[in-house]
C-alpha cells in the first residue's frame, strides 16, 4: 500500500508497559506541520475501515457524500463486512435553533440524509446523538405578550428541537442531553426541575441521561447538564449532577473492557484533562470550560473516570462553537508524566463537535461529526454543511485488544493559519516554559524581574501544587493534575509591564504540626519595578486562585431587569431621554463593576 508522506499526521503506536499494574499508552505526540511517515507508521495503516488501494477513492479528503459512502461500504467489505458489531452515529453540536431562520437546519437534513440510508442498508445499526443548547439564547419573536423572553429553554423551543431530530432521518432513533443554555426558560419555568421536567417531557426521556445500545458489545452515553438557575458561579458552566455521576460510574463498573464493552461518551462540554481546542477569552476566563468547572474534585473525576475504565473509546461534545478541521479538535490518550507525554487519557479518544448554523459558529466552520465503527475499531469523520454535505475521514482508531488501540490523524490541519487565533498554550511537564525551583526556593522570580508583555509564556507550581502561569498578559490557574486551564486570576490591565516572584511567607499551623506535616506558605506577588506597587495574589478560601465571581446569568438578567425599571421611572420622573436616562442611573454592588457576567470585566 502506497501512503502520501503529507497525510499521516500522527501516529499513535500502542505499546504494553508496566506502570505497577497498569497497562498504560506510549505515543509519539502530534505536531501541526507535515512529517516523514516513519516504518513503523506504514504497517499500522491497514485499518478495519481504510483501504486506498486499486484507486479507491481517498476519503481523507473532502468528498461527495455519495462517492464518499461507496468507498467506505467498499473498504469494509474488503476488510471483513458487516456484522453485528457495525455501526454508525450522526452527532450534531450546539443547534441554537432560531425558528425565524431554518435554512440551514433544512439542509443539514438533505446532508444527513444519504449516510444514514447507506448504514440502514448496510447494518441497520444507527442512532442520532444532540449534543444539547438545542434553542438561541436570545428573543425570537416567540412570545407576543413576552418580547423579553429567551427562547431557549422554553417549551416551544423543546417542542421546536423534538420535531427537528425527530424528523432529520425519520425512522433512525434519536438521543439528546442538555447543555448550559437548555434550562433558560426562567419566565416560564420557576426552578430548574420544573425546566428539567419539560425538556425531558418534550424530548420523550425518563431521566437526564442516557444509556443506548447500538450495537454488539457498544454503548452510547449521554449525561446532561441539570442546574442553571442554582448555578453557583457562571451559569454557562455545564454541570452534571452527582446523581449522574455516580449512576455512570456504575455502568462503568458494571460494563468492563476486559468483557469487551465499548463505550462512548456524549456531553455538551468536555472534561477536564480532554486537551481540546478552546478559546481563553471566553470559556477559560469565565470558568466554564470543562464539565463541572467550579468543581475541583468533580471537575476532575471525569478525567479519572476515563484513566480507570478503558472501555471508554471516545468522548463527544461540542460547547466551544469551534470546527473540526484543526487536529487538536480530536485529541488522543497519552500517559503519566512518568512514562512519556502528559497526562494520561486513559484509553480514550476526545472530539470536539462543530456547529450546523452559520450564526453560531465562531470561526466560519458548519460541520457535525460522523462516527462509524464494529468491533475492530471505529472512524471519526466531518460532515461539512458549509460544502453541501460532503464528507471527509478525519481519524482512525484500531483496537489492539480491548485495553489498547492505534489512532491516526488522516489529514493536515486544515486550519494551521488560524493557529494563534485560537489555540491556547497548555503546560506540559518539563516544557521549555516551565519555571523550576517556585515550590522549593525561598525566592523565586518568575519573570526574572522582566516585565510581563504579551509573548510572556511561563508556568510554575506553588509547594501547595497548584499551578500558575502567564499567557497572553494574563496570570491563569491550570489544574495540578491534567494542566488543563481553569480561570482567570489577573487581567492583562493588572499584570502587563510588571514582574512576577513567588516567595515564602511563613509555616502553616506550625506549632501544631511537625516535621514533613509542616506546609509551607507562599506568597505570589506582582510588582511595578518603576513604581514600586506591589500586589499580593491572595487565594480563595478554597485554596485555589482563579476567578469565581462570574455570575449566574439569572441573577444578571434580573439586574438588566431593575435596571430598566429604573430608566423608566427616571425618564416619567425627570422627563429625560432614554438616552440621558441610561446616563443617569448606576449600580453599586459587592466586588462587581457590571452586569455583563464576564470575568474580564469583573475585577
Not at 473525576?301 to 463527544?316: C, D, G, P, Q
Not at 460532503?390 to 489498547?404: P, V
Not at 462570574?550 to 427616571?570: F, G, L, P, S
Request: charged share 25%; glycine share 8%; net charge negative.
Amino acid at each position: 500500500m502506497t501512503i502520501s508522506n503529507s497525510k499521516i499526521q500522527l501516529s499513535l503506536a500502542i505499546t504494553v508497559m508496566m506502570l505497577s499494574t497498569t497497562e498504560v499508552f506510549s505515543f509519539t505526540p502530534p505536531t501541526l506541520r507535515k512529517r516523514q511517515v516513519s516504518l513503523r507508521t506504514e504497517t499500522m495503516l491497514s485499518t478495519p475501515f481504510f483501504d486506498k488501494s486499486d484507486g479507491m477513492t481517498d476519503r481523507s479528503e473532502l468528498v461527495e457524500a455519495e462517492q464518499w459512502l461507496d468507498a467506505a461500504v467498499s473498504s469494509t467489505l474488503k476488510t471483513g463486512g458487516f456484522d453485528e458489531s457495525s455501526f454508525l452515529v450522526g452527532i450534531l453540536g450546539d443547534l441554537h435553533i432560531d425558528p425565524r431562520k431554518m435554512e440551514d437546519y433544512e439542509d443539514g437534513k438533505k446532508d444527513w440524509k444519504p449516510i444514514f440510508d447507506a448504514a440502514q442498508l448496510a447494518h441497520g445499526n444507527t442512532c442520532l446523538v444532540s449534543l444539547g443548547d438545542l434553542g438561541e439564547s436570545k428573543n425570537c419573536d416567540h412570545n407576543k405578550d413576552n418580547p423579553a423572553e429567551l427562547y431557549s429553554g422554553t417549551t416551544l423551543c423543546h417542542e421546536v428541537a423534538a420535531d427537528f431530530l425527530s424528523n432529520l432521518a425519520p425512522g433512525i432513533p434519536y438521543e439528546v442531553i442538555g447543555g448550559n443554555h437548555d434550562l433558560e426558560g426562567i419566565d416560564e419555568f420557576a426552578t430548574d426541575e420544573e425546566n428539567l421536567e419539560a425538556f425531558m417531557k418534550a424530548h420523550g426521556k425518563r431521566r437526564p441521561q442516557f444509556c443506548h445500545q447500538v450495537a454488539d458489545k457498544t454503548l452510547l452515553v449521554g449525561l446532561g447538564s441539570t442546574v442553571f438557575r442554582d448555578a453557583p458561579y457562571t451559569s454557562h458552566e455545564v454541570i452534571i449532577d452527582q446523581a449522574q455521576i455516580d449512576w455512570f460510574e456504575d455502568l462503568l463498573k458494571n460494563h468492563p473492557a476486559d468483557e469487551d464493552w465499548k463505550i462512548f461518551v456524549f456531553t455538551h462540554a468536555p472534561p477536564n484533562g480532554s486537551g481540546l481546542r478552546i478559546i481563553q477569552e471566553n470559556h477559560v476566563v469565565n470558568g466554564c470550560c470543562w464539565l463541572n468547572h467550579s468543581d475541583e474534585s468533580q471537575c476532575r473525576k471525569f478525567i479519572e473516570l476515563v484513566r480507570e475504565h478503558r472501555s471508554i473509546k471516545a468522548w463527544f461534545s461540542g460547547h466551544f462553537h469551534l470546527g473540526q478541521d484543526y487536529q487538536d479538535s480530536i485529541t488522543f490518550p497519552t500517559i503519566p508524566v512518568e512514562e512519556g507525554p502528559y497526562p494520561n487519557r486513559g484509553s480514550c479518544v476526545f472530539a470536539q463537535t462543530s456547529v450546523i448554523g452559520k450564526g453560531t459558529s465562531r470561526d466560519g466552520r458548519q460541520q457535525s461529526r460522523l462516527l462509524r465503527g464494529n468491533k475492530d475499531g471505529f472512524e471519526i469523520c466531518t460532515v461539512d454543511h458549509k460544502e453541501g454535505g460532503k464528507i471527509r475521514l478525519d481519524a482512525t482508531i484500531t483496537y489492539s485488544d480491548n485495553s489498547h488501540a492505534v489512532g491516526i490523524y488522516m489529514h493536515d490541519d486544515a486550519a494551521y493559519e488560524h493557529d494563534n487565533y485560537f489555540k491556547v498554550y497548555q503546560p506540559v511537564e518539563g516544557d521549555q516554559q516551565y519555571v523550576r525551583g517556585a515550590d522549593t526556593q525561598e525566592v523565586c522570580s518568575i519573570t526574572d524581574n522582566d516585565p510581563v508583555t504579551m509573548d510572556t509564556k511561563a508556568w510554575w507550581r506553588l509547594s501547595n501544587n497548584r499551578v500558575l502561569g502567564v499567557l497572553n498578559g494574563m496570570l491563569l490557574e491550570y489544574d495540578q493534575s491534567t494542566l488543563a486551564p481553569l480561570g482567570l486570576v489577573l487581567t492583562k490591565e493588572e499584570l502587563l509591564g510588571k514582574s512576577i516572584t513567588v516567595v515564602d511567607s511563613g509555616i502553616a499551623d506550625s506549632d501544631d504540626m511537625e516535621g514533613d506535616e509542616c506546609e509551607r506558605e507562599q506568597a505570589v506577588l506582582v510588582h511595578d519595578l518603576e513604581t514600586k506597587q506591589t500586589t499580593i495574589v491572595q487565594p480563595n478560601e478554597d485554596g485555589s486562585y482563579w476567578r469565581k465571581i462570574v455570575r449566574n446569568k439569572i441573577a444578571r438578567m434580573q439586574e438588566k431587569r431593575r435596571e430598566q425599571a429604573a430608566i423608566q421611572y427616571i425618564q416619567e420622573r425627570a422627563g429625560l431621554e432614554e438616552k440621558e436616562a441610561k446616563k443617569a442611573i448606576q449600580s453599586t454592588w459587592g466586588p462587581y463593576t457590571t452586569t455583563s457576567g464576564n470575568a474580564l470585566q469583573s475585577a
